[in-house]
């Protein structure tokens, strides 16, 4: 196993991510404009770790930070090691909202895994590995293959072996297409609501969702006008309206004013997909008076990750 030697420099930006769509569970993803950023340093030894933003002051700050967990898988996975470092993180992505911080984490701390190892002539890791070593590390492949290549994604898991194999295939976003984001004060987790979801379904209600899957990459690609049918789910938003109250209300507010809509991956957040410049007032009213902060956001853009060398003053 090679060390790296101190003085390296790297630096990643990673988008936020919705994932589930409405009936796309756990297989639909759409990265959103809204990026952290990662700065990283190889030193002689010890460990650093200072948050910005999002999370400071609440996420650990020690070798469980999960940016730096991500960033040992990595290095194991590229054979390589490092005697200490300096890790910086500046956090827009809102936590524990749906909108993929922890997939965004793991991504980032991968990627610059890549800029590091560049730097010393070894290969990075391509666009599928950082999928396929996100996704075992995270669990949610529809959030990390959207913070990897950007746009919208389908992903998918095969289980021919020892470990599950993770791909996944970008999508063209129809460009009429409009997002919007409401994220509330609340907090939520996808541990604590996937329990609220049955181990077993229907047939009538997984070829439901079958279909509105199908019917959605249509509508996100060619069929704009087909999103209100498109993003109907019986999976998974039901069982999880009774914990999120104000967002279940929201996310029916919407839909009856012609906006389709479906929460951000578990939730609280919830994302809109329009044609239309602007929210109905009704949905804009509702939204600031139950402390969501609701904005128009653009397709977010793949992981993108830079190199460098310390300069000492």
């Known amino acids: 196993m090679q060390t790296l030697p101190a003085g390296l420099t790297a630096t990643a930006?990673?988008?936020?991510?919705?994932?589930?769509?409405?009936?796309?569970?756990?297989?639909?993803g759409l990265?959103?404009?809204?990026?952290?950023?990662?700065?990283?340093?190889?030193?002689?030894?010890?460990?650093?770790?200072?948050?910005?933003?999002?999370g400071a002051g609440q996420v650990p700050l020690d070798?469980?930070?999960?940016?730096?967990?991500?960033?040992?898988?990595g290095l194991q996975a590229v054979n390589a090691r490092v005697s200490g470092l300096n890790v910086r993180c500046r956090n827009d992505i809102?936590?524990?909202?749906?909108?993929?911080?922890?997939?965004?984490?793991?991504?980032?701390?991968?990627?610059?895994?890549?800029g590091l190892v560049n730097?010393?002539?070894?290969?990075?890791?391509?666009?599928?590995?950082?999928?396929?070593?996100?996704?075992?590390?995270?669990?949610?492949?529809?959030?990390?293959?959207?913070?990897?290549?950007?746009?919208?994604?389908?992903?998918w898991t095969e289980h021919d072996g020892a470990l599950p194999r993770y791909s996944a295939a970008p999508l063209r976003l129809h460009p009429d297409i409009r997002l919007f984001s409401a994220v509330p004060e609340d907090r939520s987790s996808t541990a604590e609501t996937r329990v609220l979801?049955?181990?077993?379904?229907?047939?009538?209600?997984?070829?439901?969702?079958?279909?509105?899957?199908?019917?959605?990459?249509?509508?996100?690609?060619?069929?704009?006008?087909?999103?209100?049918?498109?993003?109907e789910d019986v999976l998974h938003q039901p069982q999880r309206a009774a914990a999120m109250p104000a967002s279940a209300e929201y996310l029916r507010l919407l839909r009856r004013c012609g906006v389709a809509a479906a929460l951000s991956g578990?939730?609280?957040?919830?994302?809109?997909?329009?044609?239309?410049?602007?929210?109905?007032?009704?949905?804009?009213?509702?939204g600031a008076a139950n402390g969501f902060c609701v904005r128009e956001m653009t397709i977010g853009d793949g992981v993108r990750w830079t190199s460098g060398v310390a300069v000492r003053g």
Do not use: W
């Open 13 to 28: 930006v990673v988008a936020a991510s919705s994932a589930n769509l409405g009936p796309g569970f756990d297989c639909m």
């Open 31 to 54: 990265a959103l404009s809204l990026y952290d950023e990662i700065v990283v340093e190889t030193t002689e030894s010890g460990l650093k770790v200072d948050v910005e933003g999002e």
């Open 63 to 73: 070798s469980s930070h999960l940016v730096v967990r991500a960033i040992e898988h």
């Open 94 to 114: 809102p936590h524990s909202r749906g909108l993929g911080s922890s997939a965004a984490a793991v991504v980032g701390g991968l990627a610059v895994v890549n």
């Open 119 to 155: 730097q010393d002539g070894s290969s990075p890791l391509a666009e599928t590995e950082l999928i396929q070593l996100a996704s075992e590390f995270e669990g949610h492949p529809d959030n990390a293959s959207a913070a990897v290549l950007g746009g919208a994604v389908v992903s």
């Open 197 to 231: 979801l049955p181990e077993q379904v229907s047939h009538i209600d997984a070829r439901f969702n079958l279909s509105r899957s199908a019917l959605l990459v249509l509508a996100l690609t060619e069929r704009p006008d087909l999103l209100m049918e498109a993003t």
């Open 266 to 286: 578990a939730g609280p957040a919830v994302i809109a997909l329009s044609a239309q410049a602007e929210l109905p007032a009704e949905a804009l009213e509702y």
